[in-house]
């Protein structure tokens, strides 16, 4: 694999004292002004790695994805945001990393390889983009490519309420109830060194779907 040279967050305690503070002070907004609860969040490993992959109805579900555990995540960014130094450094030491909008899909799966690599989860968004209602559309096979790649489980998480607090297209988020349900973790096949086909990768994202549904229903169940 050709070598990822994108600066991505310090291991450094400093760098790790400034995302537990910004994460706690944000974490804290959301469970007072969203009534945030989290639901099986100890499903989430205190060591290792991982991928997390939410349900996504809107950009809250990046602070919500953030209140599921203490660990420092990592997520992607679009590159332009950090064309503004201060912007990216701030960026980068909040976990996120750049990855070239347009540009192959090859490179921010290298990317997404090396964060795992280095030992730090994972945030993926296995739909794509933001989505409405309460089915989770198709999702992509790249978490399941990235897990097969690392040999990291990935767990789903459903996100309720998120769409009516914060919907596309307005200012600020209301100050509506929010419900986020870890699911349970889901591995990759050991294929003993071998490459995953991509029938393999087929059926496991089709396995995630199903599980992130299932944690989605849950998460509306409660908040309803």
């Not at 909040?94 to 390889?113: H, N, Q």
Request: charged content about 25%; proline content about 7%.
């Amino acid at each position: 694999m050709a070598e990822v040279t994108t600066k991505l967050a310090g291991q450094s305690f400093g760098n790790r004292l400034f995302y537990g503070t910004v994460r706690g002070i944000v974490v804290t907004i959301c469970r007072v002004y969203l009534r945030l609860r989290i639901v099986d969040a100890h499903k989430i490993p205190k060591t290792g790695t991982f991928i997390l992959a939410p349900s996504h109805r809107s950009t809250l579900d990046i602070p919500v994805a953030a209140a599921t555990t203490r660990r420092r995540l990592m997520y992607m960014g679009k590159d332009s945001m950090w064309k503004f130094k201060p912007i990216g450094s701030l960026l980068t030491a909040l976990g996120s990393f750049p990855v070239t909008r347009g540009s192959a899909d090859l490179e921010a799966l290298k990317r997404c390889i090396a964060v795992l690599e280095r030992g730090d989860p994972l945030v993926l968004f296995p739909e794509g983009t933001r989505h409405r209602g309460r089915i989770i559309e198709p999702l992509f096979d790249g978490a399941a490519f990235i897990a097969y790649k690392t040999g990291v489980p990935i767990i789903p998480v459903g996100i309720a309420g998120s769409e009516e607090i914060w919907p596309p297209g307005t200012k600020l988020p209301r100050p509506r109830k929010c419900v986020a349900v870890v699911g349970d973790a889901i591995y990759p096949k050991d294929l003993h060194g071998a490459r995953a086909s991509r029938e393999l990768m087929s059926e496991f994202t089709l396995e995630l779907q199903k599980s992130l549904q299932a944690v989605f229903d849950q998460a509306f169940q409660l908040l309803d």
